[in-house]
């Protein structure tokens, strides 16, 4: 498969493949005895178990077993192309996109991601990839275009210096500081964690009782991924059939699968947008009764750009709209007209009733 030679030849095969179990206490320790606490500080240590163990670029890029070598300007060439400002949306979109899709922009007319149903396979399973082992992400979702250059730049074989994205991604967990609801940037890398742990001698307990997803690797690979030509393999009679047999059916398929989706990225920006104004609160709090720093609200054009609303009822090709057949139609409407009827005629015994009545009492 295309991506896992690609996985190869950058000698991240110990990158998709970490280690498959880990202690969750252990992971807590790693993350509250990481430092420094500066943004900048490149020393990057945890205390483990009484052990020092580093999470900086070079013992990760060790660890990985030296995928890469940086040059003299301590830059990769993704670095470079990020310096310069050389990535274009347009090109970036036509590389990762199915033909007619392209990215989404915000309210200011600039790119802000790209919707997870419009890209390719292969560039599905880079997205799995990165958010599952370089990226610290509960979840897997649209691609933003920060991480969509990362990917871009995979797929088109520049280099690129893993480590040192996944030293500052450890970095940035450590730097998060939680809400008062306990809400806080979510602890990644477990099994990279685990492995550097073992690595530098931690006593870790035997009961590495959690379980990790399974790794993306070629078996996972061939599983999920498609080849476009994929259907001219087919017998031609089998194809024909399959095409006369059941087309509506992968309509209908095709139109939930949009609609599911649509759903979730509904669900998805009302979870992000809801934990945003929940940590707004909370910093306006502090500031408010406790001289805590300064906080700026965000504007209604940067709240709209950071969490992109996907539309409240949109339309998806392959909807069938039910329709009742007419002798069912007619059907009903004669039994409406029998009840209309018999309506009547009650209406009509009461009255005579009530006339009867009337003329006893007289």
């Given at each position: 498969m295309e991506f896992q030679g690609e996985l190869t030849r950058r000698k991240w095969n110990k990158l998709a493949t970490p280690e498959k179990k880990y202690n969750e206490d252990i992971i807590k320790e790693f993350y509250a005895n990481a430092f420094p606490l500066q943004r900048l500080d490149q020393t990057r240590n945890s205390w483990v178990r009484g052990v020092t163990v580093n999470y900086a670029r070079d013992t990760i890029n060790e660890y990985l077993g030296s995928p890469y070598s940086l040059g003299d300007d301590g830059l990769d060439e993704y670095g470079r192309l990020k310096?310069?400002?050389?990535?274009?949306?347009?090109?970036?979109?036509?590389?990762?996109?199915?033909?007619?899709?392209?990215?989404?922009?915000?309210?200011?007319?600039?790119?802000?991601?790209?919707?997870?149903?419009?890209?390719?396979?292969?560039?599905?399973?880079?997205?799995?990839?990165?958010?599952?082992?370089?990226?610290?992400?509960?979840?897997?979702?649209?691609?933003?275009?920060?991480?969509?250059?990362?990917?871009?730049?995979?797929?088109?074989?520049?280099?690129?210096?893993?480590?040192?994205?996944?030293?500052?991604?450890?970095?940035?967990?450590?730097?998060?500081?939680?809400?008062?609801?306990?809400?806080?940037?979510?602890?990644?890398?477990?099994?990279?964690?685990?492995?550097?742990?073992?690595?530098?001698?931690?006593?870790?307990?035997?009961?590495?009782?959690?379980?990790?997803?399974?790794?993306?690797?070629a078996i996972y690979i061939k599983i999920h991924y498609k080849s476009e030509q994929q259907g001219d393999t087919s017998q031609p009679r089998s194809q024909r059939h399959w095409q006369t047999s059941s087309s509506s059916?992968?309509?209908?398929?095709?139109?939930?699968?949009?609609?599911?989706?649509?759903?979730?990225?509904?669900?998805?920006?009302?979870?992000?947008?809801?934990?945003?104004?929940?940590?707004?609160?909370?910093?306006?709090?502090?500031?408010?009764?406790?001289?805590?720093?300064?906080?700026?609200?965000?504007?209604?054009?940067?709240?709209?750009?950071?969490f992109h609303w996907p539309g409240d009822s949109p339309n998806f090709e392959g909807g069938v709209e039910e329709e009742q057949p007419e002798q069912e139609a007619e059907q009903e409407g004669g039994d409406e007209k029998e009840d209309e009827e018999g309506g009547e005629d009650k209406q009509r015994e009461d009255v005579e009733e009530g006339d009867d009545d009337d003329q006893e009492d007289n």
């Open positions: 310096k310069a400002r050389a990535f274009k949306a347009d090109k970036m979109a036509k590389l990762l996109c199915f033909p007619g899709c392209t990215y989404i922009v915000g309210v200011t007319g600039n790119p802000v991601s790209i919707l997870r149903k419009n890209l390719t396979t292969i560039a599905r399973i880079g997205q799995n990839f990165l958010y599952c082992n370089v990226y610290s992400i509960t979840h897997i979702s649209d691609l933003n275009m920060s991480r969509a250059t990362l990917l871009y730049s995979i797929l088109t074989k520049d280099g690129v210096d893993i480590a040192s994205i996944i030293s500052d991604e450890i970095h940035k967990t450590v730097l998060s500081t939680p809400s008062i609801t306990g809400v806080s940037k979510p602890l990644g890398f477990l099994g990279l964690i685990t492995g550097l742990c073992k690595a530098t001698g931690s006593r870790l307990p035997n009961n590495l009782n959690k379980s990790l997803r399974p790794p993306i690797n059916q992968v309509a209908s398929l095709a139109f939930m699968a949009a609609h599911f989706h649509h759903i979730e990225q509904k669900n998805l920006a009302n979870y992000l947008a809801l934990m945003s104004l929940n940590t707004s609160l909370y910093h306006a709090h502090r500031h408010q009764f406790h001289g805590g720093p300064p906080f700026k609200w965000p504007s209604l054009d940067t709240f709209q750009q950071q």
